[in-house]
């Protein structure tokens, strides 16, 4: 519970004190603890919101209509209550909190983790080391090399069998199903299975920064912030094995233009990599990546 | 602005304490300062809310769909956001806030606001004095003879030609646009204007008690804090005139069992009434009900 569920914010002593723990204390006893945590401390901060700010009824009906239109603008590919929290911050900090781990020294920290935002897909297929995730190549799409080893945290041994799943905008700035007309189902999508060397090795784009949708509720919440709706250029990568934890996160060239005021938030400074000239029949870019996973259970050099 | 932004509840020292403000600060320098104050809190009370329970990714992406849910249960005739709100005490505690003028002493005070809830109409027909808002009589309805004085709160003079709007469910518990089937277009309601001495008369039901819809979010969270969806038998008015504070609320029967658990909190002392038996050609219940309305920028008396 808040501490301070009854003195609120600025000029809440105006306000009836007993009014949040009146609604609070109509909940019933056949109610989840955990439920009853997080809804109590939900409706403390809403009451302590609209006090702090001597919410207008005019300001509280925009919010309920624009509450309605986050609803009414999603689709099966396209989710606004997912994008109204991340660029409020919110999916950022739940991964945080999810994430909370910390290396206890410095030597070897766990790969910083990033959110999954809304363009992950369970059926993206798994595909040979070595081969490309591009399907429909795109005139301005720049093809890089990627590859790496999956680190065991501890013990600093490579782990194979690990997966590693890559996930990416094409060079229009579009995902697959945000772009039929030019991009066939996962393309740009693709499951690795690490060697016995914990190695990874592949062919994708460097990555393209794009904007959020310009059509619907979230983009109007960045209008009225004055803000812009870009996300840096990034691949979204998933790194998973059964006896580790597993690693979602994202890489962004070091010289995208939107990395300190992503629109999103998930940029950190581990994050930021290097894509280096290269020539092979396929690539003219390198990038070199590499994860570190901590054990299931393991918690002897790890804060918890 | 909260004092907690950087301390937050339990365990938020475990954060990056830089992270609210940083999402704040990408606010732009065209935002109306009172959007910037607003939204500041809500991201702040957000990240507080999140840091304080310590959200975790399932139960935040419950709240995505919830919010989707939301927007996609509500119609023309069907506001869930409105209700959600409802049910989490916030239109209720923003009518307080916006109705929080107070008589200094006790001797007269103005009548208490309560919600406007999402059944009032734009449309309702002006009817005259003496006449029924029953257009479609139910067999379960018991008819009230509703009458009284709308009055000023300071010369303590009646008020002509004040307009007093009442809308109600019938004894089915249903609103005429939620009922198609039974009642024609404001069944249950209108306008009447007050004569030479400040008086209206009429016709309506004694109040019948009802639920909130038990098919959509609104009442999944209900559900989910083992709350009841009953709203106690309510009649709603909108007392208005152009030189005075408009006064909207709701009258509630002294013995309905529902008064101290209203689902959406709307309930106060002094519009807890008492219904008298009493005898006419139309009706078996008497009901008299005086406003009080404060002159606009009347300040004199009245706390602001």
């Known amino acids: 519970m808040a501490t301070n569920e009854h ?20 909940m019933g006893p ?30 509280w009906m925009a919010g309920v ?97 690990a997966v590693f799943d890559i996930w990416q905008a094409s060079a229009n700035g579009k995902y697959d199903f945000q772009d039929p007309e030019n ?8 499951k690795f299975r690490t060697d016995e060397n914990g190695k990874y090795w592949l062919y994708c784009y460097h990555p393209t920064a794009y904007s959020l949708p310009t059509d619907g509720p979230a983009h109007q919440l960045l209008t009225l912030m004055d803000r812009h709706p870009m996300r840096p250029a990034h691949i979204h ?7 580790y934890k597993g690693c979602t996160t994202q890489l962004y060239p070091k010289d995208d233009p939107w990395l300190e005021t992503d629109t999103v938030f998930a940029v950190k400074d581990d994050l930021v990599v290097d894509f280096k000239p290269y020539k ?15 054990p299931k259970g393991y918690k002897g050099k790890v804060f918890q």
Chains 1, 2 share one sequence.
């Open 7 to 26: 003195t609120g914010g600025n000029g809440s002593s105006r306000f009836d004190p007993t009014f949040t723990s009146r609604v609070i204390k109509t």
């Open 183 to 190: 991009q066939t189902p996962n393309n740009l999508r693709g």
């Open 65 to 161: 209509h624009f509450i309605n239109s986050v609803g009414q603008t999603s689709t099966k590919t396209r989710n606004e209550a997912h994008r109204v929290s991340d660029v409020l911050g919110l999916e950022s900090l739940v991964d945080e909190i999810a994430n909370k781990i910390i290396a206890e020294d410095g030597d070897i920290d766990p790969t910083s983790s990033s959110i999954l935002g809304p363009f992950w897909s369970p059926d993206a297929p798994f595909r040979d080391n070595g081969s490309t995730i591009i399907q429909n190549p795109n005139p301005h799409g720049r093809v890089c090399k990627m590859h790496g080893t999956i680190t065991d945290l501890v013990t600093g041994k490579p782990i194979p069998g």
């Open 280 to 294: 092979d029949d396929k690539a003219t870019l390198e990038l070199e990546y590499n994860v570190f996973l901590s």
């Open 237 to 243: 990568i998933m790194v998973t094995h059964p006896e």
């Open 30 to 59: 056949n109610m989840e603890p955990r439920t009853r945590q997080v809804l109590s401390s939900l409706i403390t901060h809403i009451h302590d919101f609209a006090r702090e700010v001597e919410l207008t009824h005019d300001e």
